[in-house]
């Protein structure tokens, strides 16, 4: 019965390390990633719309200038990518 039940065992392991395993290391940068968002970022919804952060409103929203003059209020879970990072705050 172990004959039989170590090569599925064994094609789960590599599977997880394949697939899961690299799956969540890019969810969890992808997070890290979007909780750093700060005004100036330039930023790709999933819409496709890119725009400029203009103000971090809470922990779910950012204000977002598409246009001139045009701001929209976007849910921080909707975007995709952050193009172009500010300069990091510095402490003095």
């Given at each position: 019965?172990?004959?039989?039940?170590?090569?599925?065992?064994?094609?789960?392991g590599?599977?997880?390390?394949?697939?899961?395993?690299?799956?969540?290391?890019?969810?969890?940068?992808?997070?890290?990633?979007?909780?750093?968002?700060?005004?100036?970022?330039?930023?790709?919804?999933?819409?496709?719309?890119?725009?400029?952060?203009t103000?971090?409103?809470?922990?779910?929203?950012?204000?977002?200038?598409?246009?001139?003059?045009?701001?929209?209020?976007?849910?921080?879970?909707?975007?995709?990518?952050?193009?172009?990072?500010?300069?990091?705050?510095?402490?003095?």
């Amino acid at each position: 019965m172990m004959v039989s039940i170590f090569p599925i065992l064994l094609m789960f392991g590599i599977f997880y390390f394949i697939v899961f395993r690299p799956q969540q290391q890019r969810v969890k940068q992808h997070k890290e990633l979007i909780a750093s968002v700060r005004r100036n970022d330039t930023v790709v919804t999933a819409g496709g719309i890119i725009g400029k952060v203009t103000k971090v409103v809470d922990d779910h929203e950012v204000l977002v200038e598409i246009g001139d003059n045009t701001k929209v209020r976007i849910l921080k879970s909707t975007l995709t990518d952050v193009r172009s990072k500010s300069e990091p705050v510095k402490s003095k």
